[in-house]
């Protein structure tokens, strides 16, 4: 297995702080072979049902080696039984395998199993982190795990001759003898990076490159009389909803008029030729956008509450960046689908609350309406309002302004 720490990552992000919550990845059957092929490993986990409150279970974890005979049938030569890992090697004679521990969660005393070694399927020896780690502090953190291994390193871990070869995320690398499982060589990988240190070189890299593209455009000059821009990047990835494609020009821009709240307009440019940013909206249109929002009674209740300032995202010529979501929005308020052109008014807002708590809006600039989310019941349901706050549909008898409507409902 490529990747002993398989996992599903969410980040949210919270002004300037991301919070990434993890899941664990659900044990699978895999095989694993001799760097020849002539011998394989296979891991099966447990197999286990819910009787009423207990758990029981019909087969535990094993794993068994075979060799390949010359007739190309698989032939055991070892099994072992009692563990699952979702990652090991297996040496060229079939006889000696190294387990990678699992998902490591104890953040506080670090006894995870980090690395075990076995021959003929009994345990030779094994370490947890705490005995491998020699910075503990340099460990990255999720909300439920920690991350003990780097994401680069200048070789990978795996058997080199008659060494087991494994590097730590704080760049220790151990060489070990893997026929007794002891320690032969502690030294130092200096090219070996974590997660946390790829992405922020990253990072560093698309913000030169964004600020280069920035300075080289007559937009630089155009936005500085309007707004102070910051986090400015040249991304190479995908946003949520943004149909966007290619190299993205982002930026988070905030208006240097004042307002009585807190205001940042999030912006995704395309790239056109590899140099030019799109920006066809200029900024009076923007600011036209955030004084229709403060002024609208839906937000003016909000803030009323316990709001404490608001976001705009916008992408290429539209003042938001979910156009299907706002489509299936408007068709489910008002029974039609809207005319292309017709988008281009609709802006997206998240009106922030305390404790990250926010709510989520698209407001119509030239005609007030908004649509919001009642999330009082689920399935949530848009809702659609008028500039005044009065429920508009089909049948407005039939739909009032829900009672958590100008409350605080979401938590992202």
Not at 57 to 72: I, K, L, N
Not at 123 to 145: T, W
Not at 307 to 316: V, W
Request: glycine share 6%.
């Amino acid at each position: 297995m490529k990747n002993a720490f398989a996992a599903a990552l969410v980040c949210i992000s919270l002004g300037h702080v991301e919070v990434r919550a993890d899941f664990e990845a659900l044990p699978v059957p895999w095989v694993k072979t001799s760097s020849q092929g002539d011998y394989l490993f296979k891991m099966v986990p447990a197999k286990w049902r819910k009787d009423g409150d207990k758990r029981v279970v019909d087969r535990v974890a094993f794993g068994v080696a075979y060799s390949v005979t010359e007739d190309g049938d698989f032939e055991e030569i070892w099994r072992t039984e009692g563990w699952y890992a979702f990652e090991g090697y297996l040496s060229d004679d079939g006889r000696y395998f190294v387990r990678v521990g699992p998902w490591a969660s104890d953040q506080e005393k670090h006894t995870d199993l980090a690395i075990a070694f076995y021959k003929d399927g009994k345990l030779l020896k094994s370490y947890e982190v705490r005995e491998l780690i020699q910075q503990p502090e340099l460990l990255e953190m999720s909300v439920s795990h920690y991350t003990w291994r780097p994401w680069n390193q200048s070789k990978p871990n795996g058997f080199y001759d008659a060494a087991f070869h494994l590097v730590m995320i704080d760049k220790t690398a151990y060489t070990f003898d893997y026929e007794t499982g002891k320690i032969t060589v502690r030294a130092r990988d200096e090219q070996a990076k974590s997660e946390g240190e790829s992405l922020e070189e990253e990072r560093a890299i698309d913000a030169k490159r964004g600020r280069e593209l920035l300075q080289a455009s007559d937009l630089s000059e155009t936005l500085a009389l309007h707004f102070r821009t910051e986090e400015v990047e040249l991304n190479r990835g995908s946003f949520y909803g943004c149909p966007l494609e290619g190299p993205i020009w982002s930026a988070t821009l905030f208006p240097k008029r004042p307002y009585a709240h807190d205001v940042s307009v999030s912006v995704l440019c395309e790239i056109r030729g590899g140099r030019q940013i799109v920006f066809p909206l200029t900024p009076s249109q923007i600011t036209a956008a955030i004084e229709k929002a403060f002024a609208h009674s839906f937000v003016t209740n909000r803030f009323a509450d316990d709001a404490t300032g608001i976001r705009l995202r916008m992408q290429g010529g539209r003042l938001h960046w979910n156009t299907p979501e706002l489509v299936d929005f408007i068709e489910k308020t008002s029974g039609a689908r809207p005319k292309e052109d017709s988008l281009n008014h609709w802006a997206y807002f998240i009106i922030d609350g305390k404790e990250t708590r926010h709510t989520s809006i698209y407001l119509n600039t030239n005609t007030g309406d908004l649509i919001a989310e009642d999330k009082s019941a689920w399935p949530w349901r848009p809702f659609l309002v008028d500039e005044n706050g009065v429920p508009k549909a089909e049948n407005e008898s039939e739909h009032e302004l829900p009672e958590q409507a100008t409350r605080n409902t979401d938590q992202p």
